[in-house]
Structures are given as structure tokens and as C-alpha cells.
């Protein structure tokens, strides 16, 4: 193996607005950054269709534009963009030992983790499909709530993430309809209160979505299971909202690195550093409040500087 081992000063891993920015600044200072992009290059605003909220765009752009626009702003400057993703790291000695796609060692002095979070899905094939279409399912109310202002959605969910989502909607659109799958919330109770005083946000317990339905392009309802009754009716939406949660990406650091219950990397506060020194965190791996592209490529910056200035301390 000790022939195939390849030494970097730098290595960022994930390719998201934090993995880009971080290299954007790695890259400028002198830190010659590999970026690997992961199993979804880009990240999550790859299947984002719009995105409004980005400064600099006052007409709006596409995810895959910004994304690509990010990578040639990093490659411009001399980051080495790769095809690959972490398989296995092993941070216990003093170098920081990565393994891309099981086959390649890398030695990197000091390491930036962007690898994200993944939304979860209910796994239909109706969803999956409006999904890829970016014609009417989204994991981000934040995000593309805008888009459906004065219209009637739909969301699934139970905890505070899909009551906070709820009410954001429901400043926006005409009619929220919130479907819980269980006979109780799971959020407390000042966040289930917030959402059932909402006059336009109706709440169905104990109802399972049985179908996304739409025109083949865009959503223009869902077809949910009264679980008490057995009943199956249809709900008139252009939108369908998933808040089930987020799984970071963070696998393959848990022997190493601190992490919380659900997964997301526990960084040192107001700093990007991890448990383990020269290793990094940015981004929606370490994120499960903001989970926006502006909050990842402030993170991303951050970790770019932190990493430099310990490079800098080691010389």
C-alpha cells in the first residue's frame, strides 16, 4: 500500500456551498486543497430547481448552475476537484489517514468535513418522482416556501423541525395541511401549541400520505390513509412538504470524532474545529438548525481559516 499512499496539505471532503467555499479560501491561501465531491456532487442543491435566496442572484438561479459556478470558482484558483468519496478514515496518530473509494490512501495534514446531511424521504415513488421533476416536493420550507406563497400545501411530520416548518408556511400560503402519522406529536409542546392555534394550518392525526398525485410535471395533491378509518381521500396542493428529518453524512467518523445522538459532528463553539486537531467540520454535517447554503459557505470559510492558521502554527 506504502506505493499508492498520496500526502495532502489539504483535503476537503464533500462538494457542497461549505466544501466549495472552504476550498475558494484554502485554495487562495497558498493551502493547495483536493476537494473529493462525494457520492452526490454538488450536494443537496443539485435537486434544488430555483434558488432565490442566494445574495448576489437577484434574479434568482439554478442549484446545478450555483454548484458549477462554485467549483470553477475553487478550480480557478488552483483546488484539485476530484470524482470519488471517503470510504474509511482512521485520525488516531498524528497524520490524518483517508481512504477514497477503498482503493486510495491519502496522508492529509489537516482535513475539512463537508459531507452534508441527507433529508429523509417517505420513500414513494410518487414523491421520489415530483422530487427529480422539481415540480412540487421539497425537504425545505425555508427554502422553497416562497414559491408556493398564496397556494395550498401539504407537510408530513411530527417534531419541532415540522412544526417550525408548518408555521413558516403558513405565513406564506393560503392553507397549510399538516399530516401526522401518529396519534401524538413528537415536538414539545410550545411548538404544538404555536402550530394548532394557526387558523390556516389543519392538523390530521394518525394519517399516512398514500400517494403524491400531479400532472405527470408538477404536484397537484396527495392522497392520504385516515389510519382510524381506513379511509383514503384526496388533498388539492401544488406543494408536498417532507420534515421527517436529516441523517448527516458522518458514517465513517463516529470512532473518531464526537458526535450527538442523531449523527451531526460536535464542533468546539464559535470555531469549525473538532475533538481531534488539524480535522475540521462544515457545513450541514455539524448543522441541524440553519441546514441553508449561505450558513454552509460561512462555515465553509471558517474551516478554511481555521485549518490555515493550524498549518501555519505547525511550520
Same mark, same amino acid.
Given at each position: 500500500?506504502?506505493?499508492?499512499?498520496?500526502?495532502?496539505?489539504?483535503?476537503? +471532503? %464533500?462538494?457542497?456551498?461549505?466544501?466549495?467555499?472552504?476550498?475558494? &479560501?484554502?485554495?487562495?491561501?497558498?493551502?493547495?486543497?483536493?476537494? &473529493?465531491?462525494?457520492?452526490?456532487?454538488?450536494?443537496?442543491?443539485?435537486?434544488?430547481?430555483?434558488?432565490?435566496?442566494?445574495?448576489?442572484?437577484?434574479?434568482?438561479?439554478?442549484?446545478?448552475?450555483?454548484? #458549477? %459556478?462554485?467549483?470553477?470558482?475553487?478550480? @480557478?484558483?488552483?483546488?484539485?476537484?476530484?470524482?470519488?468519496?471517503?470510504?474509511?478514515? *482512521?485520525?488516531?496518530?498524528?497524520?490524518?489517514?483517508?481512504?477514497?473509494? !477503498?482503493?486510495?490512501?491519502?496522508?492529509?495534514?489537516?482535513?475539512?468535513?463537508?459531507?452534508?446531511?441527507?433529508?429523509? &424521504?417517505?420513500?414513494?415513488?410518487?414523491?421520489?418522482?415530483?422530487?427529480?421533476?422539481?415540480?412540487?416536493?421539497?425537504?425545505?420550507?425555508?427554502? !422553497?416556501?416562497?414559491?408556493?406563497?398564496?397556494?395550498?400545501?401539504?407537510?408530513?411530520?411530527?417534531?419541532?423541525?415540522?412544526?417550525?416548518?408548518?408555521?413558516?408556511?403558513?405565513?406564506?400560503?393560503? =392553507?397549510?395541511?399538516?399530516?401526522?402519522?401518529?396519534?401524538?406529536?413528537?415536538?414539545? =409542546? #410550545?411548538?404544538?401549541? @404555536?402550530?394548532?392555534?394557526?387558523?390556516? +394550518?389543519?392538523?390530521?392525526?394518525?394519517?399516512?400520505?398514500?400517494?403524491?398525485?400531479?400532472?405527470?410535471?408538477?404536484?397537484?395533491?396527495?392522497?392520504?390513509?385516515?389510519?382510524?378509518?381506513?379511509?383514503?381521500?384526496?388533498?388539492?396542493?401544488?406543494?408536498?412538504?417532507?420534515?421527517?428529518?436529516?441523517?448527516?453524512?458522518? *458514517? +465513517?467518523?463516529? *470512532?473518531?470524532?464526537?458526535? !450527538?445522538?442523531?449523527?451531526?459532528?460536535?464542533?468546539?463553539?464559535?470555531?469549525?474545529?473538532?475533538?481531534?486537531?488539524?480535522?475540521?467540520?462544515?457545513?450541514?454535517?455539524?448543522?441541524?438548525?440553519? @441546514?441553508?447554503? +449561505?450558513?454552509?459557505?460561512?462555515?465553509?470559510?471558517?474551516?478554511?481559516? *481555521?485549518?490555515?492558521? &493550524?498549518?501555519?502554527?505547525?511550520?
Amino acid at each position: 500500500m506504502s506505493d499508492t499512499i498520496e500526502r495532502i496539505k489539504c483535503l476537503i +471532503i %464533500g462538494s457542497g456551498p461549505a466544501g466549495y467555499t472552504a476550498a475558494i &479560501y484554502a485554495a487562495r491561501a497558498n493551502m493547495k486543497p483536493v476537494l &473529493y465531491q462525494g457520492m452526490q456532487p454538488g450536494g443537496q442543491l443539485t435537486t434544488t430547481n430555483e434558488v432565490e435566496n442566494w445574495p448576489g442572484n437577484p434574479e434568482g438561479i439554478t442549484g446545478p448552475e450555483m454548484m #458549477i %459556478g462554485l467549483q470553477a470558482q475553487a478550480e @480557478r484558483f488552483g483546488t484539485d476537484v476530484r470524482d470519488g468519496w471517503a470510504t474509511k478514515v *482512521d485520525f488516531s496518530g498524528g497524520v490524518h489517514r483517508v481512504w477514497i473509494n !477503498d482503493q486510495i490512501e491519502l496522508h492529509c495534514e489537516s482535513v475539512i468535513i463537508s459531507t452534508g446531511a441527507s433529508a429523509k &424521504y417517505l420513500g414513494l415513488s410518487s414523491e421520489q418522482h415530483y422530487l427529480q421533476m422539481g415540480g412540487g416536493v421539497s425537504a425545505c420550507a425555508v427554502c !422553497d416556501g416562497f414559491f408556493y406563497r398564496n397556494q395550498e400545501v401539504v407537510i408530513v411530520g411530527a417534531g419541532d423541525s415540522a412544526c417550525e416548518e408548518a408555521h413558516y408556511l403558513s405565513k406564506l400560503c393560503k =392553507k397549510v395541511t399538516m399530516l401526522v402519522r401518529s396519534e401524538k406529536f413528537r415536538a414539545s =409542546k #410550545i411548538m404544538e401549541e @404555536r402550530v394548532r392555534k394557526t387558523e390556516n +394550518i389543519t392538523i390530521l392525526m394518525n394519517h399516512d400520505t398514500v400517494e403524491v398525485l400531479g400532472d405527470g410535471q408538477v404536484v397537484t395533491g396527495v392522497r392520504a390513509l385516515n389510519k382510524t378509518t381506513a379511509e383514503t381521500f384526496d388533498i388539492e396542493a401544488t406543494g408536498f412538504f417532507v420534515a421527517i428529518g436529516h441523517k448527516p453524512n458522518t *458514517d +465513517i467518523f463516529k *470512532d473518531f470524532l464526537n458526535l !450527538d445522538e442523531t449523527g451531526y459532528i460536535i464542533g468546539i463553539p464559535g470555531t469549525s474545529k473538532t475533538n481531534v486537531e488539524g480535522v475540521f467540520v462544515a457545513g450541514d454535517a455539524a448543522d441541524h438548525v440553519y @441546514r441553508q447554503a +449561505i450558513t454552509a459557505a460561512g462555515t465553509g470559510c471558517m474551516a478554511a481559516l *481555521d485549518a490555515e492558521r &493550524y498549518l501555519a502554527a505547525k511550520e
